[in-house]
C-alpha cells in the first residue's frame, strides 16, 4: 500500500507561508504591493522551494491567489537567495525574471513561458556568470520584441505593435553554462550562430528544431554526454555527426510517427554505426522510428530460451554488439518493442505495462502527444485486465495531468484512466494522501473543461469514492463544480445523471453547516430547475428522483434550506409531479420526505396550512406506496402540523378531527416490525412530539416512530434514542394523562 505518512516539515510550512503571505513572511505596502518584513534572510535551500512551489500551486490549486508582486520578493540577494528555480507557462512573465535578476542562478527552467519576449533575453544575460542549466522549451516568444512600424507616439495609436524576430542574441559570456534546453525553439533562429560561444556543453536539447546542418555540434565532441534531436528530420549527414560524438551516453532521435513530414528511415546500417561508435551509450530512444529494413534475428531463433536483456542474445542484431545492456531503450511505438530479448534494463514500448508505463515516465515533461498515446494504451490494460503496478500508475497519471492541465487530450485520456485505477478493486492499494491527489486532478479537469467526454470521465471517478467522507476536504468546490454542470443550458443526459447522483450523496449524512453553505451556493434553486424540466418533458427517470431525493436530504434539520424550497415554488412542482407521476412510488417517498423537513419548521408551517396541502396529504395517509413510507411521512408532516394545536387550523375543509381519524387509522394499519427505507441522523425533530397534550396523535405517531426503530435496528437506534435524552421523555409521557392508552403502551 501507498504510504500515509504526512508531509515533510518543510513542504507543510512552504505551502502555510505561501497561503498566508502576509501573515507570515510579508506585509503589504500600498495596499496592494507585497514587501518582505526586513528582519528576515533566507538560504536558496528555502526561497528556492518558495519559489518552485509557488509556481505549482498557481498552476494546480484554483483556490490559490497569485500574486503580482511575488517575484519582488526574491530582488535583494541580501535578504533571499535563488539558486534552482522552474517556472512554467503563463505564470512568469519579463517583469518576474527581471524582478530576479540580481540572483546568482545555477539552474533555470522555463517551460512553455509563451509570454515572456526578447526582454528576459537580456535578463538571461544577468545570470550568464552563473547558470550551468537553462531550458528555454516551449518559450516560443522569448525571441521576438516589440516593434511599432509607425516610430511615433501618435502612430501607437494607428499601427499595433508587431513582433519581430531578433537575430543578433548570442550565449557570450555563458561561461559555465553546461546543460541546454532549446526543444521547439523559434522558426528562424540562427541555432548555430547561437551556441557557439559555449565552450563546453554537456547536454543539449533540440527537440522539434528543423537543422539541415548539424556539423557545428562537434565542436562538443568531447564534451558533450546527451543530445536531443526529437522530432527532428535527419539525413544522413546527421547520423555521421552524431557517429563523431563518441562521448555520448544518452541520445533520443525518437520521432511522432503520426507526424508526417519524416522522411528519414532507420537502417541496420546506421544503428550498428551507433553501437561500433557510441561506445558509451547507456539510454537510447528511437521510438517512433519505421525500419527501412529488418533488423532482427530469424524468428525461430528470436523466440528460443528464456527472455534475456544479455546482448549476445539480443533479438535486435545490431545490438548485439553492445558491451552490456542500455540502461534505457526507447521503441515506443515501433515493432521491435515487441521482441522478446531486448538488451536494456528499461523499455519504453507499447507491449506489456511495464513498457507502458516506461514510456509516461519518459515522455510526460515534453511530450504531451506521446504521452497522452502511452496513457490510452494504459487504459485499456486497466480496463481489460488487472493493472500490477497500480501506484506506480496512478501517480504517473497524476502527474500528468497536472502537468498538462490544459492539453485536453491529456485530460480525456487521463480521466478515463483513473476512472478504471481507481475502482473498489484496487481501493486497499491506495493510501489517503493518494485518493485526495486523485480527487484534486479529476476537479481540475472538471473546472478546465466544459468538454462532455472530460466531464462525464470526471464525473464516472467521483463516483469510485466513499461520498460524502472522502470529498470533504474539497467539499464546497466539487459542489460548486457540479452545480456548475447541472446550470448548463445544454446538458448530456448522461453526466446530469450521474452529476445528480454525486449532489445527492454529497448533501447525505453531512452536518447542517455543510447543507447551509451548499444551500447559499443555488442548490435548492438548481435542483428544482432540472425538476421543471423533467416535468415539462414529462418524464420521470432517476435525474427526477435523484433531484427530489437531494432536497429531502438538504432540507433535513436545515431551516433556511426549507424556506428557499417553499419561496421557489416548491410546493406547486411537488403538486404537479403527484398529478403527473401518481404510480411513482419511489418519486412519492423522496417528496413527502422532503415535506416532512419542511413540516418540522415551525415558522414554514402555516404556508403549508391550505385545504389543498392539507387534503393531499391526508389522501397519501392511505397510500401503499413503498410500503408504509409514503404513509408515514405523509402522518409526519400532518403530526408536526396538529402539533400546532386547533387554534392553528385556519381552514374549513377538511375538518381537524377529520384528519385526525384518518391519521389513527393509518397509523394502527402498519406492521410494527416494518423494515424502513429512511435513515435519521437525529430524533429531535420526533421527540419534541413527546411532551405535549394538544395533539395526542401527533404523540402517537413520535412514539411508534421510536418503538418501531429501536426494534427493527436496536443497535443503531437504541444509543441514539438514549444519547438524545429520549427515556426520561417516555417516562414523563407514560404519566399524563391525555396520552392514549396504547401509546402508552407502546411507550413501556
Known sequence: MASDSPESLMTLCTDYCLRNLEGTLCYLLDNETLRLHPDIFLPSEICDKLVNEYVELVKTDSIFEPHESFF???????STRLARIHLREHIVQDQDLEAIRKQDLIELYLTNCEKLTAKSLQTLVSFSHTLISLSLFGCCNIFYEEENPGGCEDDCLVNPTRQVLVKDFTFEGFSRLRILNLGRLIEG?????????????????LSGIQLNDVGF???WKDSLVSLVLYNMDLSEEHIQVIAQLR???????????????????????????????LVNLTSLDISGHTMLENCTIPSMEEKMGQTSIEPAKSSIAPFRGLKRPLQFLGLFETSLCRLTHIPAYKVSGDKNEEQVLNAIEAYTEHRPEITSRAINLLFDIARIERCSQLLRALQLV????KCHKDDKNIQVTGSAALFYLTNSEYRMEQSVKLRRQVIQVVLNGMESYQEVTVQRNCCLTLCNFSIPEELEFQYRRVNELLLNILNQSRQDESIQRIAVHLCNALVCQVDNDHKEAVGKMGFVMTMLKLIQKKLADKTCDQVMEFSWSALWNITDETPDNCEMFLNYSGMKLFLECLKEFPEKQELHRNMLGLLGNVAEVKELRPQLMTSQFISVFSNLLESKADGIEVSYNACGVLSHIMFDGPEAWGICEPHREEVVKRMWAAIQSWDINSRRNINYRSFEPILRLLPQGISPVSQHWATWALYNLVSVYPDKYCPLLIKEGGIPLLKDMIKMASARQETKEMAR
Open 72 to 78: 519582488t520578493l526574491f530582488s535583494d540577494p541580501r
Open 217 to 219: 555540434l562537434t565542436q
Open 398 to 401: 497524476i502527474t500528468a495531468l
Open 189 to 205: 533562429v540562427n541555432v548555430e550562430t547561437l551556441l557557439r560561444p559555449l565552450a563546453s556543453l554537456a547536454a543539449l536539447d
Open 247 to 277: 562521448k555520448l551516453r544518452h541520445l533520443d532521435i525518437s520521432r511522432d510517427h503520426l507526424s508526417s513530414y519524416y522522411k528519414f528511415k532507420l537502417t541496420r546500417r546506421v544503428l550498428n554505426l551507433f553501437v561500433e561508435n
